[in-house]
């Protein structure tokens, strides 16, 4: 028989019945369970040290006759059951040649008795009651966070998770601590230095460093009540566990809307960059295309051009000589004969205004030629220009890219933690999942009445606000059995082939082919299409309206156990209070100015 009885129902009895309403019903079975081991500890301390008293009580009773007969016995300290044994035997052996005290003897036997009796024995109640408590937390008090199979590291839940590991640890090692111990001492030798702060404080004000066996209950009693300490933080912990999901819901939703003005502009200006980048590579082709068929042209105007410059300097070579022996004749004209001066002089002045006819044409020929290799020379210049600019700006185009992928990739971080964080608030409130973690199943929230009908909501919401973007979302949506590009490319040209159609009704069309076509048509492939084509905003708002409705569903109004009926709606006062509060809704001094203007009046 245990050294108390209960006349209530056991935990096991409570939990195992039937699947809780509600993890607040949970955790109250839970405190209450810890109440009566608190209780349990506190009826076994009097039992052991006696109505009214305390452990000092009981180490000034123990500690002197048990150092004065070490000192007897010639010994050290007493830390196993051997060696309490083997001066018990020695000190009823006859033969022994040292005179040892009987009341020592007594007490000692007396208070080693009573350890053995007490520790593990009577705490054995209290032991299978923690490990309950323990089994049950570990069951129900869940974070539904695993660090290993999250896309996102989602600080609420992570630090959660890892408090839980550490209360698991420091609940199982002082549960455990109490039979631990006790077999240490009939076994082994027993130290103070493995033993709480507490206990070795009283070992410290007491000199029973060399008696740790005297430690044995106090530190038992010290295990349960730090056992149960953490039980109730993490109990505590657990029930705001869903509010701060709440709160981080709602600031997560903040934050998205900040970061999505933050992405649309990231990505006007990529495609501002990307626009330019083409339009001037598109320049460089047709430049080049261009410079391409010129250049046979330019190969042949360069020949004629130095033809040409070698016939003006001819040219001009001989209108200088004519104009020179013109000269000289009419210099020489009396010693020669008229006939023959006339004529010759009539043959210079013939040809003279032959060349000074065709001189201009040539020259007029030679500066086309320079004007059309100069244009020639100006559209290699532009061209290098061009090529600069474009280095230049596929540089720039390189950065924004790079800046569009990090907001992105910040953006989708942090639509995926806002999902996970409401995946983790439904299960943390979903009647469903409760009552399959008691089934022992992987826990879940109940999504909808049928796929069907949220596969439905889902396509019209991505059609309302995906805009032209259904192309690139109806190549990504995967099917069973797989079509080719070439039939998706056709099912796309006859969705859009009615230019009377909006966007929205293409779109619509384009989801009522996949889903005829595709066997396994689910919201998650829509899902994943629309992260592929990067419309996190479009996720965003599917994930709203999967979520909306099951939302209001599991949301169930708490109020604490001890408040009556009759204070409820002033409560929901209060609560709606500090929601405006903590939201920044309202300003607290403005309030307070208002009050203050009010009592003055």
Request: proline share 2%; aromatic share 10%.
């Amino acid at each position: 028989m245990p050294f108390f009885q209960r006349n209530k129902r056991s935990l096991s009895d409570i939990l195992e019945a039937k699947p809780p309403k509600s993890l607040a019903e949970v955790r109250k079975n839970l405190l209450q369970s810890v109440n009566r081991m608190l209780d349990d500890l506190s009826r076994l301390e009097r039992a052991y040290y006696g109505f009214g008293k305390t452990s000092q009580h009981e180490f000034r009773k123990w500690v002197l006759p048990l150092q004065r007969l070490l000192d007897t016995v010639q010994m050290r300290e007493m830390r196993s059951a051997l060696q309490v044994e083997d001066i018990l035997r020695l000190a009823n052996d006859p033969s022994y040649k040292f005179v040892v005290d009987t009341q020592s003897v007594t007490k000692l036997q007396d208070v080693f008795t009573k350890v053995k009796n007490y520790v593990p024995d009577r705490f054995s109640a209290i032991v299978n009651e923690g490990d309950a408590v323990l089994n049950y937390l570990q069951k129900y008090c869940l974070s539904f966070y695993d660090s290993e199979t999250v896309e996102c590291v989602f600080e609420t839940a992570r630090d959660y998770e890892m408090m839980r590991q550490r209360w698991i640890a420091i609940i199982r090692q002082n549960i455990d601590n109490i039979n631990k111990m006790a077999d240490t001492f009939k076994t082994n030798y027993l130290n103070t230095i493995t033993m709480s702060l507490n206990t070795q404080e009283l070992s410290t004000k007491f000199d029973c460093g060399s008696l740790p066996f005297l430690l044995m209950f106090p530190e038992a009693c010290e295990n349960v009540r730090m056992a149960c300490k953490m039980v109730k933080i993490w109990l505590e912990t657990d029930g705001n566990y869903a509010t701060f999901l709440k709160n981080d819901i709602t600031e997560l939703r903040r934050l998205k809307e900040q970061k999505l003005n933050g992405l649309r502009e990231a990505q006007q200006k990529y495609h501002q960059a990307h626009y330019k980048v083409v339009a001037v590579e598109q320049e460089c082709k047709d430049l080049e295309k261009e410079l391409e068929n010129l250049k046979k042209k330019e190969e042949l105007l360069v020949v004629d051009e130095e033809c040409l410059q070698n016939d003006v300097s001819e040219m001009k070579l001989e209108m200088d000589i004519k104009q020179f022996r013109r000269d000289e004749l009419e210099r020489n004209q009396q010693t020669l004969n008229p006939e023959t001066y006339h004529s010759t002089v009539e043959v210079l002045n013939n040809e003279l205004r032959h060349y000074n006819e065709a001189f201009p044409i040539f020259k007029k020929r030679q500066e086309s030629i320079q004007l059309k290799l100069e244009f020639i020379k100006d559209k290699k210049q532009e061209l290098t220009k061009l090529c600069k600019s474009l280095s230049e700006l596929k540089f720039e185009h390189s950065k924004m890219e790079k800046y569009k992928q990090r907001v992105e990739d910040s953006f989708d971080n942090l639509v995926k933690k806002r999902h996970l964080a409401k995946h983790i608030y439904l299960l943390k409130s979903s009647h469903d999942a409760l009552e399959r973690v008691f089934h022992g199943l992987e826990p879940e929230y109940r999504k909808s009445k049928g796929n069907s009908d949220i596969l439905d909501r889902v396509c019209s919401v991505v059609a309302r606000s995906i805009s032209n973007d259904w192309v690139r979302m109806y190549r990504n949506l995967p099917f069973h059995p797989n079509r080719g590009e070439a039939t998706i490319q056709s099912d796309i040209e006859a969705t859009s082939s009615s230019i009377r159609q909006s966007t929205q009704h293409q779109c619509l069309l384009a989801f009522q082919r996949w889903r005829r076509f595709h066997t396994r048509a689910k919201v998650n492939d829509v899902k994943e299409a629309l992260r592929k084509i990067r419309r996190f905003d479009t996720l965003e708002e599917v994930e709203d309206e999967i979520t909306a409705k099951i939302q209001d569903e599991v949301e169930e109004e708490r109020f604490p156990d001890f408040m009556d009926e009759k204070l409820i709606p002033y409560y929901k006062e209060v609560q709606r209070f500090d929601y405006l509060v903590a939201t920044n809704t309202i300003d607290l001094a403005q309030i307070k100015r208002s009050s203050d203007l009010d009592w003055i009046i």
